[in-house]
């Protein structure tokens, strides 16, 4: 399984757009790509930060609440 589908899969699938993207599966390619942030879900929360965090291997970091 790619790093994408993984880090799609770790997402919450909420579609809610808050993280700045259309869906989850693209952020999940921004992560990948190191064009976005591992916290910028809010619906995943501090938990979601962690999962993203042991997939990609970057420092767990607070939850980035500024794009509600």
Known sequence: MSLVEQLNNALP????T??????CASYAQAIARGE?????????????VRRL????????????LQGQ
């Open 13 to 16: 699938q909420t579609q809610c």
């Open 18 to 23: 808050r993280c700045g993207f259309p869906d």
């Open 36 to 48: 976005a942030g591992i916290n910028q879900c809010p619906p995943g929360g501090v938990e979601g």
């Open 53 to 64: 965090a042991a997939l990609t291997g970057l420092p767990e970091v607070p939850l980035d």
